[in-house]
């Protein structure tokens, strides 16, 4: 190997491109001992994919939600919290955003901003909530947010089970008002004459048009250059990153070390709680009695560690997560191999991802041998 | 010694070890002759420590060739040390905190009746015999979490006896230990010698190579300088060989003004976190422009007393006084403003956030104030020039480093690091606990002098050290901390380093 080669072990980006490589590998592997035919599933996972302007609109509609939970862990974990009750967190959203999208009447536009901040309060004091009690009775983050997602769960149950709220002989709370949505086209001007006009004539914007596509990805977009604004540029990102990475130097030098681990789980749950209540806002637009939990804030870990806790990597690895799922449903109805296979396939990239340090170990190490 | 004896119980012959671009050891060589006490001298990072895991067998050396007691060796894993008769005690002891004493030295090679039951009253025996032969007493049934430091060494040092060893490596053994315990430990390793064995030393302490040494490799940035007889050679000799310069081995303290009155600390008593008072009705006063040392073995209350100055323990009772403002049991960051600044003991711990880049841990305490922020964002251009200044006044290498986690940099330069960004603060009183711990010769001269300057500058240092050589460097004046209290307030001229000792015991004159 030359030492170019050996050079480019180095580089962060080869890693991500060796640990996704290796996730497909491993699905085929997968794939092929359980008797399918692993370069067809792939070829119909991707078509799934790039097939279509709407399969991709849809794949950043999905991401969306992921994105913002991944977010909520990579900040956390950025400050040497390890946020699990993402989860919760984006219940909390989601049901904040139902209740002032339905209750509380307000202009287009001004609507979802009045529910973002408010989710993103409730969320927030929510994810602190862990915060407070890491403090005063130093219980781990981890335990005490897995069961505030519970809590979340069967809240979010009894509120949209409580009268006026549920929809009567539905499982759903009263949908939130049109005022509130923030998808770019309304399902009834899709079915109004000039939507038709619109998507006969326009064979691309005709095809994004029939998806959920809405403002949720600039949102996204904009929390993700804000959290890492945060945590490189200002000196509340600083003191959240002293406190993560050595507590005891930070207490030391001055910083009001419980003060951190407080506003760190406050933005964090905030977050995962916008997350929440995009999709309400773009696509469920309410809250239905939960039979089990959605899974949300558990992808937003995966999402997370794919992106090795930097914001603005989220929204790569959060599209990636949310393409591998999407083309992934084709895999079962076209082949019959169960929809799993993704689920292995991601693993196995958050494994790699977790490998990936030894990458410059490996190029030390050649590099070693070819001196000799 | 007949002709039938090697000549060299250990020879390594063109030895090279490179960690990726690095190369520690460059055509290294080392004789060391069977009987002898064969000091391995070299400033941090020098390669001797990685000279000795490679003939421990903890790393293989990319080139070379070992001979013990002159036959080749290949010596792959510390097992294949083991069976070749060579041991080596740890700086940092690796032995089991919930077993005796007994039970640490057998491990691996216990003692049995037969059908492996143990038979550890045998094993207690056999441990009390050999300590006594070299003068390393232990009580084979006590528990390491109950024994000092000292203890811990002796039992690492029998481990090694245990195994029938005849060459010891020892890696700076003397870092840990009070001046008695050092000459206790100088004792057992003459008798050692005495009995035909052969012992390394890895050490940057010039008096003990001097005190204890027959012969002294020195290695400098991986290269081999000399092998000197050690009586043929004075200490200033083996401190400019070690560091290639002169190196001044005291600090010259020129003119001092003494002013006002800084910090008085009046019958301060506080607890450690299990509640055992350690600190007991303590008091002390410092003045503008004088260095005070607290002198005193490790343990008798010098952490709780720095911690309840600094605000990161409770005083129980008692006064500190800054300047006459009270400062008693207020938060660090109120400590801060209060003029003082402090140097903690562990640098790794409450000194430094270690992935941080230089240029961050230099501002740890000045991120939030201009020129380095400005309503809440960070003006990083102003934070990396100031870091390069810093790096450059401070001789902070390597040079360009403002960009390098912590982490990466040797332990001096660490240090500077820390000192660089208290003394920048240009505090009233400089708190310095063991500054020069674990730093080589050339680190040790750079940080004394440090102090020495700001106190001429008018600052009141604080200088707690469990090092006699530095407390006299230093101090205006010494205070010696026994059980919690001060016992002593005496004059370094009027004094000397055996009296202190024996007050550090808990003697009296």
């Given at each position: 190997m030359t030492s170019r080669w050996i050079n480019l072990l180095r580089k962060p980006l080869t890693a991500i491109i060796i640990s996704v490589l290796t996730g497909f590998i491993i699905g085929a592997v997968v794939l092929t001992a359980s008797g399918y035919d692993a370069l067809e599933a792939y070829r119909i996972m991707f078509s799934g994919i790039a097939g279509s302007p709407k399969y991709m609109a849809q794949v950043v509609v999905n991401a969306v939600p992921i994105i913002l939970t991944g977010l909520s862990v990579a900040f956390a974990f950025r400050t040497g919290l390890f946020n699990i009750g993402a989860e919760g967190q984006f219940v909390m959203g989601a049901l904040t955003g139902t209740m002032i999208g339905y209750y509380l009447p307000l202009p287009p536009i001004i609507h979802p901003i009045v529910i973002f901040a408010l989710a993103f309060l409730v969320g927030g004091l929510y994810g602190a909530l862990a915060g407070y009690l890491k403090n005063k009775f130093g219980i781990h983050e981890v335990i005490s947010t897995i069961m505030l997602n519970w809590i979340a769960f069967y809240f979010n149950n009894y509120i949209v089970n409580l009268p006026g709220v549920k929809v009567e002989?539905?499982?759903?709370?009263n949908p939130i008002l049109d005022s509130a949505k923030i998808n770019f086209f309304s399902t009834a001007w899709r079915r109004s004459d000039a939507g038709r006009e619109f998507i006969r004539e326009h064979e691309i914007l005709g095809e994004i048009v029939k998806t959920d596509l809405g403002a949720g990805i600039f949102v996204a977009i904009i929390f993700a250059f804000l959290l890492w604004f945060v945590l490189r540029h200002t000196t509340t990102g600083f003191e959240l990153r002293a406190v993560g990475l050595n507590r005891f130097a930070a207490e030391f030098s001055g910083v009001p070390v419980k003060k951190s681990i407080f506003l760190s789980m406050f933005i964090a749950g905030g977050v995962a709680a916008v997350g929440g209540a995009i999709l309400v806002l773009s696509t469920t637009n309410t809250v239905s009695v939960l039979s089990a939990q959605e899974g949300y804030g558990w992808d937003g870990i995966s999402v997370s560690l794919i992106a090795n806790g930097n914001p603005l990597a989220v929204l790569f690895s959060g599209l990636l997560f949310a393409a591998l799922r999407y083309g992934g449903m084709l895999i079962q109805s076209k082949t019959g191999a169960p929809t799993e296979i993704i689920n292995i396939m991601i693993g196995s990239i958050v494994l790699a991802v977790a490998v990936a340090p030894a990458l410059p170990r490996l190029a030390d190490y050649l590099s070693q041998r070819r001196a000799r | 010694m007949t002709d039938s004896t090697p000549r060299y119980a250990v020879e390594m012959n063109g030895i090279f070890k490179s960690f990726a671009k690095v190369?520690?050891?460059?055509d290294v060589d080392l004789k060391v002759r069977p009987g002898t006490i064969h000091a391995l001298l070299g400033e941090n990072g020098a390669g001797k420590s990685t000279l000795m895991k490679i003939l421990y067998g903890l790393y293989n050396a990319d080139k070379g060739e070992i001979l013990i007691n002159g036959k080749s060796v290949q010596i792959r894993n510390p097992r294949a040390a083991i069976d070749l008769g060579i041991g080596m005690v740890h700086q940092h002891f690796m032995l089991v905190d919930n077993f005796t004493i007994a039970e640490n030295i057998v491990l691996g090679h216990e003692v049995t009746r037969g059908f492996g039951v143990l038979n550890q009253d045998l094993a207690n025996k056999n441990i009390a015999e050999l300590g006594h032969k070299y003068g390393l007493d232990v009580d084979p049934k006590a528990l390491i979490q109950d024994v000092s430091v000292a203890t811990q060494q002796r039992v690492e040092i029998l481990k090694a006896l245990y195994r029938g060893i005849d060459i010891l490596i020892l890696d700076e053994p003397t870092a840990v230990l009070t001046p008695q315990e050092i000459t206790s430990l100088i004792d057992t390793m003459h008798r050692l010698v005495e009995d035909g064995k052969t012992i390394i030393i890895i050490t940057h302490k010039l008096k003990e190579i001097k005190a204890v040494a027959e012969y002294c490799t020195v290695i400098r940035r991986g290269k081999l300088i000399d092998t000197v007889l050690v009586d043929e050679v004075s200490q200033s000799d083996l401190a400019n060989m070690m560091v290639g310069r002169e190196v001044k081995?005291?600090?010259?303290?020129g003119e001092r003004s003494i002013g006002d009155l800084v910090l008085s600390v009046s019958n301060l008593h506080v607890r450690d976190r299990r509640g055992v008072l350690k600190v007991h009705d303590l008091s002390l006063h410092l003045r503008e422009g004088e260095i005070l040392a607290i002198a005193g073995v490790d343990g008798n209350g010098q952490t709780e007393l720095i911690d309840a100055i600094t605000g990161l323990a409770q005083a129980e009772s008692g006064q500190i006084l800054m300047r006459g403002t009270d400062i008693t049991n207020k938060q660090p960051r109120d400590v801060h403003e209060a003029g003082i600044r402090t140097i903690h003991e562990d640098r790794q711990k409450r000194g430094l956030?270690?992935?941080?880049t230089v240029a961050e841990d230099l501002v740890?305490?000045?991120?939030?104030?201009a020129p380095y922020s400005r309503r809440g964002v960070l003006k990083w251009p102003v934070i990396h020039e100031h870091a390069a200044d810093q790096i450059k006044r401070f001789d902070i290498r390597p040079k360009e480093s403002a960009r390098q986690k912590v982490r990466d940099l040797s332990g001096g330069n660490q240090q500077k690091v820390i000192v660089a960004r208290e003394i920048h603060q240009n505090p009233s009183l400089l708190i310095a606990c063991q500054p020069t711990r674990g730093l080589d010769v050339g680190a040790i001269e750079f940080v004394r002098k440090a102090l020495v300057e700001q106190s001429t500058e008018g600052k009141a240092i604080l200088l707690v050290s469990l090092e006699l050589d530095e407390v006299f460097d230093l101090a205006d004046r010494i205070n010696v901390i026994y059980n919690g209290k001060i016992v002593a307030d005496l004059n370094p001229a009027e004094t000397n380093e055996q009296q202190v000792g024996l007050l550090m015991a808990g003697g009296e004159l």
């Open positions: 002989s539905t499982l759903h709370a | 190369k520690a050891l460059e081995l005291t600090t010259d303290k956030v270690l992935d941080f740890l305490e000045t991120y939030d104030q």
